[in-house]
């Protein structure tokens, strides 16, 4: 059932695509790879949407997983956001990393943020 309730959440976002190469170390400058602390109000609805177009099919109805695709309903909110990003920047983590890679392309950081958190709770 879909919770109604809004929560506010953070959501530590790295910058795992955008790693500085070599060692500028300007202090007081932020790094690329320096973690981003996000806030914003969790939109569940937004995230069902994307989740029954775009999500469901692979990672099933209730994000349970099936053969190769994972479960993804018992993972935490921060780890499925990390997983997320990583997929968006193109990094290749498991054989079948193309498959997320496309699909994680077309969310911005907030659909990531919704879809973590409704993945992790909608589902229990
Ligand atoms: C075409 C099938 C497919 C679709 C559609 C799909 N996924 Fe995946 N997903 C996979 C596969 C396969 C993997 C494992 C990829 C690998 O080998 O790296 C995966 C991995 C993941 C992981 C990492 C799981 C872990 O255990 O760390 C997350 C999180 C995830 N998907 C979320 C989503 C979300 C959210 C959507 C919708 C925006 C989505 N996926 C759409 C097939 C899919």
């Given amino acids: 059932m879909l919770k109604s309730q809004v929560l506010a959440v953070f959501l530590i976002i790295s910058g795992f695509a955008a790693r500085a190469d070599g060692d500028s170390s300007d202090a007081g400058t932020v790094k690329a790879d320096d973690p981003v602390i996000m806030e914003q109000d969790i939109d569940f609805e937004s995230a069902e949407k994307i989740f029954r177009k775009s999500c469901r099919a692979c990672h099933g109805n209730k994000a349970q997983g ?59």
């Fill in 66 to 124: 099936a053969a190769s695709y994972p479960k993804l309903s018992d993972k935490e909110p921060e780890h499925i956001a990390e997983m997320l990003e990583r997929y968006r920047a193109g990094e290749k983590i498991g054989p079948n990393s193309i498959l997320m890679i496309q699909h994680a392309k077309k969310l911005s950081d907030e659909d990531i943020a919704n879809l973590a958190v409704y993945v992790a709770t909608a589902f229990d």
